[in-house]
C-alpha cells in the first residue's frame, strides 16, 4: 500500500510528455515555470514546526465496510468505491450506484455534501473519461463526457468543491487546458491553457479559488504551483523555484509544500502564508494536502520508530495541531478525504488497519 500511494505521488513526474500541450494556446498564457523572483526563504513563526504542535483529536467513528474499499463520509451520505474501483455505491437518503463498465474503472470519487461526482477512466486511456454527476438534494444525475460542450480528456486532474467541477480538457490548437463546470446550471468555461511542453495535474478548490501544479518536460521537470483566475495562471509567491508540491489558496494567503530531496519525492515540507507572514508547518508527505470545512489537513509520517502516523490540521487562527493519530506500529495513512463536512482517514498500521471519519461541523 505505501508503495502504491508513493507511485501515485511520483506519476506526476511522468506526466510531463503525456500531459503537456502539443503547441501554443489560441492565446498567450502566462508561463507558469519562469522563475518566481518573489519566492523567498519561508520563515519559521512561533506555533510552527518551532514548537510542538497542539493535539486536538477529533471524534473518529469506524466506517462501515471493507478497508480495501474506499469511503467517504459526508454528512448523511457514504460514497464507497470498490477494490479496484469496479464499481461504487452512494448511499443515503436517495440511494444509488453502478458498476463501471467493460474497459473501465471508478478513477475518483468526490462528494461535498451537495454534490457527488464520479468519474470513470477507460483503463487503455483510449476513451476521454466522464463524469456521472448526482444533485444530492434533488437526486437528479447527468453526465460530463467527451461529447460535452466543453469535453473531457483521457487522463487528467478532477476537483470539486463550490458548486464547481474542474477538469482537463483540449482546447484550440490541441492545447491542455482547464474547465470548469458550475454545476447548478451546467455550463462549462474554458479557462487557462498549459504553454508548450507544459502539463498541470492536482487541481484542488478551496473558496479563496482554484490551484493547480504546473510543470515542464525538462529532465529533472521543473514544478510550479499557481493560482487559477479565468485564463490567467499566478505562481505562489514564497515557494522555491520548481521544488512546490502540493498548494491550496485561502482567503489570506495560501498552504503548500516543497519536495527537499528530488530522490524522496514521497517526503515533504509544508508551509502556510497568512497575514503576510509565512509559517513553517513541518515535514508532512507528499500528495496529501487538503481543504476541508475551513481548515487545511495533511499527512505526516512517522518520524522516528515507534512514533505513530499523525493527520495535521492548520488555520491561522489556531495554528498546528495533530487531530488523529494511527494505531501503533509501523504505520502510514492515505490521503484524507473531505466530504464537505466530515472527514475519512484510512490508516495501514502494524497494529490494526482502519477506516474512519469524524465529523467537522
Not at 207 to 213: D, E, H, I, R, V
Request: proline share 8%; glycine share 12%; with cysteine.
Amino acid at each position: 500500500m505505501r508503495a502504491l500511494r508513493y507511485a501515485a505521488a511520483a506519476v506526476v513526474l511522468g506526466l510531463a510528455l503525456d500531459g503537456c500541450s502539443s503547441s501554443d494556446p489560441a492565446e498567450p498564457a502566462p508561463n507558469p515555470s519562469a522563475p518566481n523572483p518573489s519566492a523567498t526563504a519561508p520563515s519559521t513563526a512561533p506555533g510552527s514546526s518551532g514548537s510542538a504542535p497542539t493535539t486536538d483529536l477529533l471524534d473518529w467513528q469506524p466506517v462501515a465496510g471493507p478497508i480495501a474499499a474506499t469511503v467517504t463520509r459526508s454528512g448523511d451520505w457514504t460514497l464507497t468505491v470498490d477494490r479496484g474501483g469496479r464499481g461504487y455505491r452512494l448511499d443515503g437518503p436517495k440511494p444509488t450506484g453502478g458498476a463501471a463498465g467493460p474497459g473501465l474503472r471508478v478513477g475518483d470519487a468526490l462528494i461535498d455534501g451537495d454534490w457527488a461526482v464520479v468519474v470513470l477512466q477507460d483503463k487503455a486511456e483510449q476513451r476521454p473519461m466522464a463524469a456521472e454527476v448526482t444533485d444530492l438534494a434533488t437526486g437528479e444525475r447527468f453526465r460530463i463526457d467527451g461529447r460535452s460542450d466543453v469535453p473531457t480528456t483521457t487522463g487528467g486532474t478532477w476537483a470539486l468543491g463550490e458548486g464547481q467541477l474542474v477538469h482537463a480538457t483540449v482546447g484550440p490548437k490541441g492545447a491542455y487546458c482547464v474547465a470548469t463546470v458550475d454545476l447548478a446550471t451546467r455550463t462549462s468555461e474554458l479557462g487557462w491553457c498549459a504553454p508548450e511542453r507544459h502539463g498541470f495535474n492536482d487541481a484542488r478548490i478551496t473558496p479563496a479559488g482554484t490551484s493547480l501544479l504546473t510543470f515542464d518536460d525538462a529532465q529533472p521537470s521543473c514544478r510550479t504551483l499557481v493560482s487559477l483566475d479565468g485564463d490567467r495562471a499566478t505562481p505562489f509567491p514564497d515557494v522555491e523555484d520548481c521544488k512546490g508540491w502540493d498548494g491550496l489558496r485561502t482567503d489570506d494567503g495560501a498552504v503548500w509544500s516543497v519536495i527537499p530531496k528530488e530522490r524522496q519525492v514521497e517526503s515533504a515540507h509544508f508551509y502556510a502564508r497568512a497575514g503576510g507572514e509565512s509559517v513553517d508547518l513541518g515535514p508532512g508527505t507528499a500528495g496529501s494536502l487538503v481543504w476541508c470545512a475551513g481548515a487545511a489537513y495533511f499527512v505526516r509520517d512517522p518520524q522516528r520508530e515507534g512514533d505513530p502516523a499523525s493527520l495535521m490540521r492548520w488555520t491561522a487562527d489556531t495554528g498546528l495541531a495533530v487531530v488523529y493519530r494511527s494505531p501503533g506500529g509501523q504505520a502510514f495513512l492515505s490521503e484524507p478525504r473531505c466530504g464537505g463536512d466530515t472527514l475519512t482517514v484510512t490508516a495501514m498500521a502494524e497494529d490494526g488497519d482502519e477506516q474512519v471519519a469524524a465529523p467537522l461541523s
